[in-house]
């Protein structure tokens, strides 16, 4: 693996409009974007002050991948620095590989939710009522069970804090039956391919949020970022068990090591040291190199 360079904490293109995600700069030029994932890392709901060198690339890259695997309607114009007009040209170092010109869409405010495996609030929520997002699961599951099916589980987008988990019928009600019926479809599809895919390399994809906009025309695409380890909760398959919490494929030395600082989580969070960010890196280049096949070229 070669050596990376420093971290992008933040991207600059001078003359753009610019807002900032947790992890992407989105530069507004009108009807299309530009989504620039920088290096950012979040954990436990905080962007935390080090940022992992190349992760943006890793994220981009991976969605490059599965949305032309998936080949489904998506917002994709192109990768190269070049198309994206002269500002953006003129720093094509900077953003080859994790910018993307995308067709700008009016987000559909609901996450997209499929889950193959029993996680996270998925968890929770079983636990505490046999259901997840009210869709009633057999009885005597365990933590990370695999589901007899996938489910659909969406959930509102929150500015600010966690998003929360809907029904379906809550989410037709929001923005229409047709068009519910339609994501629930597109997303479980979707989930199942990818996931069968992921299973065959070593990964297991237990669930994934999609987002999905609309054209000005009407058509509905996939946009934003697609079944990569930040939109997704990806298990190691060797480290897999019904019953614990697995690691997670990327995120796990992280939470790791914030779990023995001390830290209170309600604050801003302590920077990483050398030798956590290192092997982050190398646990997303892992995820990319094995979803693709292909070395990954920093
Ligand atoms: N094609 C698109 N059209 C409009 N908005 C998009 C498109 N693709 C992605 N987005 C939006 O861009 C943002 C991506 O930035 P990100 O850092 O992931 O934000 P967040 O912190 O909200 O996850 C998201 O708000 C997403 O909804
Ligand atoms: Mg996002």
Known sequence: MREPQPAVLKSLIPGVPVRRGKVRDIYDLGDRLVLV????????????????PDKGRVLTQLTQFWLNFLKVPNHLISMDPEAMGVPFA????????????????????IECVARGYLAGSGWKEYRQSGTVCGVALPKGLRESE?????????ATKE?????????????ARRIGTETAEKLRQLTLDIYRRAADYARQRGIIIADTKLEFGRLPDGQLILIDEVLTPDSSRFWPADQYRIGISPPSFDKQFVRDYLETTGWD??????????????????KYIEAYERLTGKRFEA
């Not at 994932?37 to 992992?52: E, N, Y």
């Not at 695999?146 to 969406?154: A, C, K, N, R, Y």
């Open 265 to 282: 989580k309600n604050s801003p969070p302590p920077p990483l040291p050398e030798e956590i960010v290192r092997k982050t890196r190398a």
């Open 90 to 109: 003129d720093h094509a170092d900077q953003l080859r590989g994790r910018a993307m010109l995308v067709r700008k869409a009016e987000v559909v405010p």
């Open 37 to 52: 994932a920088t290096d950012r890392i979040s954990a436990f709901d905080w962007v935390l002050p080090t940022g992992i």
């Open 146 to 154: 695999q589901l007899p099916e996938p489910i659909f589980t969406p």
């Open 159 to 171: 500015t600010t804090g966690h998003d929360v988990n809907i029904s379906f019928e809550e989410m």
